[in-house]
């Protein structure tokens, strides 16, 4: 596991944004390595901060019989792997209190999904780990609500937290992205991200699998360097059409190099 500052992450206070970026799940320590090595070599290139991102176990699924995990031991292990083997932070989502001790003995960062961000056990466990916290906000919410999950957090002894926007619920089957929220909820005085693949989820599809628009990832990122988003949260994988989550919204991992360069280069136009 790697101790950084939280401080170096916000845009005022580093020369980049930063990267949480990697597969939706964990489904296999082969893969897990690859996508790393190919995105920490960019990341490297362009002085981007990186953090590997990779859920240990997915519990928010629309059909029972929908890929949850590999196991959590075997999951967490290789996100600690990860870690050691390219020196660079790692996070995971976390669903119940009880997972927050066990999580943190193998990530830097742990995440509340964003159906769960109100929950005030979840993010208590979380903040008592003393690692960093990344909240993701709720569709359902506004920024300014989120002020009340990094209240929770700072109460409970831990000022490390990240906040993550990744859309507003319109409608019943798709998602926007307000760019407002992100300098509201960077009042906070906390690094915000904009969750770029996520936020293009089309969800409670007929068929009981998530679709989406990865097409518009760029679009997305673009306009979020563009307002000051001091950080980028995008899941990649070297074959999207056969991830065994989230495929339908995910960036080809072909993609991501022209990409983070066409962004730094926005980061250096507004900075």
């Known amino acids: 596991m790697i101790n950084f500052s939280i401080d170096k992450l916000r845009h005022r206070d580093s020369g980049n944004f930063f990267l949480m970026a990697g597969p939706c799940a964990i489904e296999g320590e082969e893969i897990a390595l690859r996508i790393a090595e190919k995105i920490v070599a960019i990341t490297d290139k362009l002085n981007i901060p990186y953090i590997f991102k990779g859920s240990y176990r997915k519990a928010n699924r629309s059909k029972g019989s929908s890929f949850t995990g590999i196991g959590d031991e075997i999951a967490l292990k290789i996100l600690e792997k990860v870690g050691t083997t390219f020196g660079v932070p790692t996070v995971t989502d976390i ?24 929950q005030t056990d979840l993010l208590i466990a979380a903040a008592k780990t003393g690692k960093v916290v990344n909240v993701k906000k709720g569709q359902f919410l506004s920024a300014g609500s989120m002020k009340f ?4 957090i700072v ?24 760019y407002r929220g992100l300098p509201e909820m960077q009042n906070f005085n906390v690094p915000v991200v904009m969750d770029c693949t996520h936020s293009l989820q089309q969800p409670n599809q007929s068929s009981g699998v998530t679709g989406g628009k990865p097409e518009l990832i760029a679009t997305i990122a673009k306009a979020a360097i563009a ?7 995008i899941e990649t994988h070297p074959d999207p059409a ?5 495929g339908a919204n995910m960036l080809h991992l072909d993609l991501l190099e022209d990409l983070l360069t066409r962004l730094v280069r926005i980061r250096q136009a507004v900075i």
Do not use: W
């Not at 056969?242 to 989230?246: E, T």
């Open 95 to 118: 669903h119940e209190s009880g997972e927050a001790e066990m999580a943190a003995a193998y990530v830097d960062v742990l995440q509340i999904p964003a159906f769960l961000c109100r």
């Open 149 to 152: 999950a990094v209240e929770k």
């Open 155 to 178: 109460e409970a002894g831990n000022d490390r937290v990240i906040l993550t926007d990744r859309g507003n619920t319109f409608g019943y089957q798709d998602l926007i992205v307000d």
């Open 227 to 233: 307002v000051g988003a001091d950080g980028l949260f």
């Open 242 to 246: 056969n991830a065994k989550s989230d």
